[in-house]
């Protein structure tokens, strides 16, 4: 892998591949207040395979949680690493819980005693002895619960079931509430072209911690496969009527959105890349701390994603037009 494909994951000095892979959708369906909040049905024979290039292509970064697929996505990590775990880095996260057999998440528990069993339960489906980096995935909490979240964590670093722990979260005053932490390395957020987040990447640099970013192809509105007719069904979590879903309203891709992508197509396709590798490089090009981590479904995806590795970053040029295109549509 050539120097310029790889990221450190923050203060951890974990070395990791600039591109991840986010393992949401291979979860398969399950259920969140009530309504879908899987991708579709999935094969579990051709998420392993995915994962399998992703490795021979030079990625090492696997992000997943607990609750994809309540448990089914780390299931499918533990086979398919099996035999290869020093090849990896694995990221889960802890705070949802719900039913194995229902596929029903049923609310948040952050407690001690919930941590330490859910770390566990993930080290089992995982097929490993040590999580790389392990994440809160409740994105608000209060203050008074940090403090013996952060001390379960680091009783789990010392016991070595955990390497290195983060927060997924958008709000720049949670990061703040756990950056100055020893143990913490990383903050995981949303960041794509259609979705800034300026004030945790500066965060995140000045703090040196990773910034890993979720929906970097804004849940696939960035592939550039959706028209104005396009309509997802209800059992996909972008056509399933959840609230935050911010790019796709009752399953139809938002207009404002897919005028702002048009508007800056040519420049993410320069040089011959497809859009998603476009959106890839945009986000290596805003700091070299950004982890961007799409998700998939098949090995085509995969390829197609790990060929923006050989593209490399947009130029600040690049960047700047793009943002100075998005900003006058925004007055």
Known sequence: MKENYRRVLGRSGI???ALGLGCWAIGGPFILDGKPDGWGEIDDNESIKAIHKAMDLGINFLDTADCYGVGHSETVIGKAISGRRSSVVIATKFGYFGNEATKTLSGTNVTPDYI???CDASLKRLNTDYIDLYQIHVGN????????ICNTLNRLVAKGKIRTYGWS?????AAKLIAERTNCSAIQHTLNVLNDSPQLIQFCEANNLASINRSPLAMGFLS????????????????????????FKDGKPVPEFLQALDAVKEILT????????????WIWGKS???????GFKTVKQVEENATAMEFGPLSSGQINEIEEILSRMKR
């Open 15 to 17: 070395e990791v591949s």
């Open 116 to 118: 330490e069993r859910a």
């Open 141 to 148: 909490l209060l203050i008074s619960e940090i403090e013996p």
């Open 169 to 173: 979260t958008d709000l720049l005053a």
């Open 224 to 247: 550039g496969k959706f028209t104005a007719d396009s309509l997802l069904t209800n059992d996909d979590v972008r056509g399933a009527g959840h609230s935050w879903v911010p790019y």
């Open 270 to 281: 320069s040089n011959g890349r497809t859009l998603v590798q476009g959106a890839l490089a």
């Open 288 to 294: 070299n701390c950004t982890i961007p981590i799409p």
